[in-house]
């Protein structure tokens, strides 16, 4: 699935006429098949960008097109037909009080439109088993176990589960590791990046880790202020190390500040 923005913008009213613009005319194309990485500081529009695209919030100007087609004005249960997306903590995207193997029977029936119809049958524990087993965290053998008894690190690899079981047309992740300890984030990022590549999912992950941005994926978008100030692949992310991408950060920066001023850089 293909994914275009076009001079979508946000803002957040404050209180009288004061605003706060969270996103700022953005235009942004993510062919299908393509794993694109999100990076910038706190308030740089990161998250508000994802909740444009999933329907949690709705754009005061612009079009989101999903496959060429106009879903700006659909509502965000519309879109997730289409859309998954696994948020940065564990605790959300699962329900505690269900085993692992209810929630992903749930996850399931959601995605194709059903009722709460199917048992849970030696096929599905079977299939739920091996979504689970390649993560390493030994959840396929905790099928059974309630949610609430799990680690975080588990929780979070039962969420992306959940999202990819029958894989969606686009990936939402919002900083999906962060909460993680650095070992098993490195588990649940090889996992990741083995679902969207093989079931070709298009993938837009959000992340504060500049060593993941610049491992994975084919594209890294730098954003501040609402708007995106650096967008790199194939030679020139390959090229970047985290001292670089500071650097071209930083000039692009100067560049619109100066432009802002009507000065030439």
Same mark, same amino acid.
């Given at each position: ?12 009213? !404050? ?8 996103? /700022? ?9 393509? #794993? ?44 997730? @037909? ?40 030696? @096929?599905?524990?079977? !299939? ?5 087993? #390649? ?54 990022? &090889?996992?990741?990046? !083995? ?22 994926? &084919? ?9 995106? !100030?650096? &967008? ?21 920066? /100067? ?11």
């Amino acid at each position: 699935m293909s994914l275009s923005l076009d001079q979508v913008s946000v803002a957040f009213h !404050r209180g009288g006429a004061d605003e706060r613009v969270a996103l /700022d005319s953005v235009t942004l194309t993510v062919p299908e098949g393509q #794993f694109s990485i999100v990076i910038g500081s706190n308030g740089a529009g990161k998250s508000t960008l994802l909740n444009a695209v999933s329907g949690v919030v709705a754009p005061h100007a612009g079009r989101i097109a999903i496959d060429g087609e106009d879903c700006t004005a659909w509502p965000e249960h519309r879109r997730a @037909r289409r859309i998954a997306r696994v948020m940065q903590d564990p605790m959300r995207g699962t329900l505690p009080a269900l085993t692992v193997e209810e929630n992903l029977a749930l996850a399931e029936m959601r995605s194709h439109g059903r009722g709460l119809a199917p048992a849970l049958t030696a @096929r599905r524990r079977a !299939r739920y088993a091996e979504a689970l087993a #390649f993560v390493g965290l030994g959840l396929e053998e905790r099928l059974a176990s309630r949610v609430g008894l799990l680690s975080g690190g588990q929780r979070q690899v039962l969420a992306l589960a959940m999202a990819v079981l029958d894989p969606p047309r686009l990936l939402l992740l919002d900083e999906h590791c962060a909460a993680l300890d650095p070992r098993t984030a490195e588990r649940v990022m &090889d996992a990741t990046l !083995r679902a969207a590549q093989s079931a070709c999912i298009t993938t837009l992950m959000v992340t504060h880790n500049m060593q993941h941005a610049i491992a994975f994926g &084919d594209r890294v978008l730098m954003m501040d202020a609402g708007a995106i !100030r650096l &967008d790199l692949a194939g030679e020139a992310k390959r090229a970047l190390t985290v001292e670089t991408l500071i650097e071209r950060f930083r000039l692009a920066d /100067d560049k619109m500040l100066l432009a802002a001023r009507g000065a030439t850089p």
